[in-house]
């Protein structure tokens, strides 16, 4: 087996130094580093990551838990992740907490004891004994896609959280909606204690509010953010006695659901029935129609959460973050209007004016 030492004599360096190429623990000179790196090449070292996280108190790993990772955002979230995490060196151990809190604080606790460096989670609707362990752990985390109100004390953990808006763009697909004429507009909303279920049902309001229609409680129903759950909900709406002439469905999932309910009572959108979706997808623009949707950043919700990890563990002290990265409103024809030329259109807010930067709060 190749030695660090062999490396250090095909170079014509010490070992040390050889270290420090390798772990990046002190800035080498760039001929030397680059006949380090060659002689790694030619000999076909492999470092041992175990002996090198004894030195150094690292596993240059992070812990990924998030739920339902088949999602296709999610999916790009950890696309995000990975790519970012190994420009920088790091692997990663990937579990799914299933949006339970009992399985989430197990989930936690064994990432923990595999000795990652840092975790980045997408809480559950109720995250309490997650902040408590990873509070009293002292673990470094960044909360992935909804934020929680972190409780305050010296207990506390330092916890950044990145998120994409909702509030807005949900406003947005309101608004939409209603200067195309409709009067009742459903929400098939998603699962409640999520700060995404609640942002988004606030988009729904303001937008509502915006343009002069009431709220009805009957036009707001539940699709706990899964297929079968979107598919209940856009039942129950349909089934009212005045039922909505549009809806807006707040998750990828959830659209799903509401199509195959339209599909069982030989309903046609936007024949029968405007729809809106949060949640842009792969296949979103193969549909029939094609549908018009809020596209989240999440590739880069999945990178930005990297980088707002590795600056916490190079500074532990740091005050807390939240950065929240802006949507973009991709108009299509599921809302009924008709097709345009070309490619489907981007309007990136509200205005139509793109969001230049993300928005980052620091907490104290």
Request: proline residues 7%; glycine residues 8%.
């Amino acid at each position: 087996m190749v030695t660090m030492a062999d490396v250090a004599r095909s170079a014509g360096v010490s070992v040390a130094t050889v270290s420090h190429v390798l772990n990046d623990t002190r800035p080498v000179l760039p001929h030397t580093r680059q006949a380090v790196l060659d002689a790694v090449e030619e000999l076909g070292y492999t470092p041992n990551t175990l002996a090198r996280s004894l030195v150094t108190s690292r596993t240059r790993s992070i812990g990924l838990a998030v739920s339902a990772i088949s999602n296709p955002y999610f999916t790009e979230i950890l696309q995000g992740v990975e790519a970012r995490a190994l420009e920088h060196g790091y692997s990663l151990l990937i579990a799914d907490p299933h949006d339970d809190p009992g399985h989430e604080r197990k989930v936690v606790q064994l990432l923990h004891e595999r000795r990652v460096d840092g975790m980045i989670v997408a809480p559950s609707a109720d995250p309490r004994a997650l902040l408590a362990y990873l509070g009293r752990h002292r673990v470094p985390a960044v909360l992935l896609d909804r934020v929680v109100d972190v409780p305050e004390g010296e207990a506390a953990p330092r916890l950044d959280q990145i998120c994409a808006e909702s509030t807005e763009p949900t406003a947005r697909l309101v608004g939409h909606l209603a200067g195309l004429g409709h009067r009742r507009i459903g929400l098939v909303a998603g699962r409640p204690g999520l700060s995404t279920t609640r942002e988004r049902i606030t988009g729904y309001r303001h937008g509502l509010a915006a343009a002069g229609l009431p709220f009805d409680e009957r036009l707001l129903v539940h699709g706990d953010s899964e297929a079968a759950g979107g598919e209940r909900a856009a039942s129950d709406l349909l089934s009212l006695a005045v039922p909505p002439t549009a809806l807006v469905t707040a998750n990828n999932a959830m659209t799903i659901g509401a199509l195959r309910a339209l599909r069982d009572r030989g309903l046609s959108v936007p024949g029968d029935l405007a729809l809106c979706c949060f949640d842009d997808f792969a296949w979103a623009d193969l549909f029939s129609p094609r549908l018009t949707a809020v596209a989240q950043p999440s590739r880069d919700l999945g990178a930005q959460a990297v980088r707002l990890l590795l600056e916490r563990l190079a500074a532990p002290d740091r005050p807390a973050r939240t950065v929240r990265l802006p949507c973009t409103f991709v108009h299509r024809t599921s809302c009924g209007c008709a097709e345009r030329s070309g490619r489907p259109g981007h309007s990136p807010g509200p205005s139509g004016k793109a969001h230049a930067k993300a928005h980052e709060r620091t907490l104290p």
